[in-house]
């Protein structure tokens, strides 16, 4: 059976701390795994990652993919209050338009 | 960016009833569009696959009966719950994929529902 699972479930941490959250997966035909910040409401694009070693950042956000260990981090640099969402990891396969989701990573940023 | 919206934002109906929920892709043409249902402190799981002019795809164990999805154009997806319970209670996430961006799926913002 598929799946996608992040770590840590939560996370509690003060401003202009770094973060790092995990994602991994087990999937068929892997084609591109996606970051997805949620607040109160639907989720909001972040990243899309479908090849290995290649870091893609905007801001004090970076996320990379290793597709030999089948995980994807997400970091946050110098975090901010407004960085407080969940994080969700999702996982296309080939020859699909399905994404999987994870259950995502609740992080808290206290001032 | 791509841009999904949602309507209604918030719908509390009486058990029994049936509720709309539509989806639109504002600025892009999306043959296909997602359903997707969330329950507190859990992730989205996928219902259905909305297709534009075809029959929708539903995931195991929703009730195509239940949920009647209908994608009459390539800018809105409705989803109908119909006869609802209050086990339906959730909030409820349409997605769309713009075809000219990369694979990515854009989220509108979500329809609460609650069902007394």
């Known amino acids: 059976e598929d799946k996608v699972v992040q770590s840590p479930l939560s996370l509690v941490v003060h401003e202009g701390d770094t973060v790092t959250l995990n994602c991994s997966y087990e999937?068929?035909?892997?084609?591109?795994l996606l970051w997805y910040k949620q607040e109160k409401k639907a989720p909001t694009f972040l990243f899309m990652l479908t090849s290995s070693g290649i870091e893609k950042k905007s801001g004090r956000l970076s996320s990379i993919l290793d597709k030999k260990e089948l995980f994807s981090i997400l970091n946050i640099t110098a975090t901010q209050t407004g960085d407080s969402a969940i994080y969700l990891c999702?996982?296309?396969?080939?020859?699909?338009?399905?994404?999987?989701f994870g259950k995502g990573t609740k992080l808290t940023v206290n001032p | 960016g791509a841009v999904v919206s949602q309507h209604p934002s918030w719908v509390i109906c009486k058990s029994g009833t049936s509720v709309k929920i539509e989806c639109r892709s504002l600025d892009f043409q999306a043959t296909t569009m997602f359903w997707y249902r969330q329950f507190p402190k859990q992730s989205l799981m996928l219902m259905a696959t909305?297709?534009?002019?075809?029959?929708?795809?539903?995931e195991q164990g929703v009730e195509k009966d239940k949920f009647l999805i209908n994608h009459a154009s390539l800018t809105l997806s409705t989803l109908t719950v119909t006869s609802a319970h209050p086990e339906d209670s959730s909030f409820y996430i349409c997605?769309?994929?713009?075809?000219?961006?990369?694979?990515?799926?854009?989220f509108g913002p979500g329809t609460r529902l609650l069902v007394l």
């Open positions: 997605s769309a994929r713009d075809p000219g961006i990369a694979e990515t799926q854009y």
């Open positions: 999937v068929t035909n892997f084609r591109s």
């Open positions: 999702a996982v296309r396969q080939g020859g699909s338009e399905k994404l999987v």
């Open positions: 909305s297709n534009e002019g075809s029959k929708a795809t539903y």
